[in-house]
Antibody, heavy 119, light 107 residues
Framework: EVQLQESGPGLVKPSQSLSLTCSVT????????WGWIRKFPGNKMEWMGYISYSGSTSYNPSLKSRISITRDTSKNQFFLQLNSVTTEDTATYYCARLFNYGSYVFDYWGQGVMVTVSS | DIQMTQSPASLSASLGETVSIECLAS??????LAWYQQKSGKSPQLLIYAASRLQDGVPSRFSGSGSGTRYSLKISGMQPEDEADYFC?????????FGSGTKLEIK
């Protein structure tokens, strides 16, 4: 079974970088696409970006200058880095598999990690 | 970006009742629409993809329909375990965008 697990600090100071890891078991990240989504207080959800089976990336233009998604195929992990964070980046961050069922959907999700940006 | 307007924001239903949730896209999305369920404290679960296709393992009381810009999720016979947040997501154009969510409670 495909399982994803996010990890990383729950508290980040403003202007610093947010770094999260998604560890995947039961499926190789060298297949399909692997994304990051966040859910803000108040329940708005935002797709942040993905990394593909080949290592190419696609980002939400709203974040393009601050975001980087990378991977370590030897550990079957992929990573999120978000630079210059502000309190507006306080959210629950999810990693998920993006699968093409004829349209792209997130069919497996991690449990999420809550990140608070505060001094 | 394609805006997904979801309604209602909240809904309460009696056990056995049929409920519907709608998503209106700001432009046509050619059935590239998914529905997710998120129970309190849990991660989202995929219910429906391609507007009307039921994900494996999802009870048949869930169904999706729609075309063009208007899509809906129907639960035929509310069950206690259906109390959750529901949201839609379009994948027709980048960036993928989500509806604002519907909180479904038991009356």
């Amino acid at each position: 079974e495909v399982q994803l697990q996010e990890s990383g600090p729950g508290l980040v100071k403003p202007s610093q970088s947010l770094s999260l890891t998604c560890s995947v078991t039961g499926y190789s990240i060298t297949s399909n696409y692997w994304g990051w989504i966040r859910k803000f207080p108040g329940n708005k959800m935002e797709w942040m970006g993905y990394i593909s089976y080949s290592g190419s990336t696609s980002y939400n233009p709203s974040l393009k200058s601050r975001i980087s998604i990378t991977r370590d195929t030897s550990k079957n992990q992929f990573f999120l880095q978000l630079n210059s964070v502000t309190t507006e980046d306080t959210a629950t961050y999810y990693c998920a598999r993006l699968f093409n069922y004829g349209s792209y959907v997130f069919d497996y999700w991690g449990q999420g990690v809550m990140v608070t940006v505060s001094s | 970006d394609i805006q997904m307007t979801q309604s209602p924001a909240s809904l309460s239903a009696s056990l056995g009742e049929t409920v519907s949730i709608e998503c209106l896209a700001s432009e046509g999305i050619s059935n590239d629409l998914a529905w997710y369920q998120q129970k309190s404290g849990k991660s989202p679960q995929l219910l429906i993809y391609a507007a009307s296709r039921l994900q494996d393992g999802v009870p048949s009381r869930f169904s999706g329909s729609g075309s063009g810009t208007r899509y809906s999720l129907k639960i035929s016979g509310m069950q206690p375990e259906d109390e959750a947040d529901y949201f839609c997501q379009q994948s027709y154009k980048y960036p993928f965008t989500f509806g604002s969510g519907t909180k479904l409670e038991i009356k």
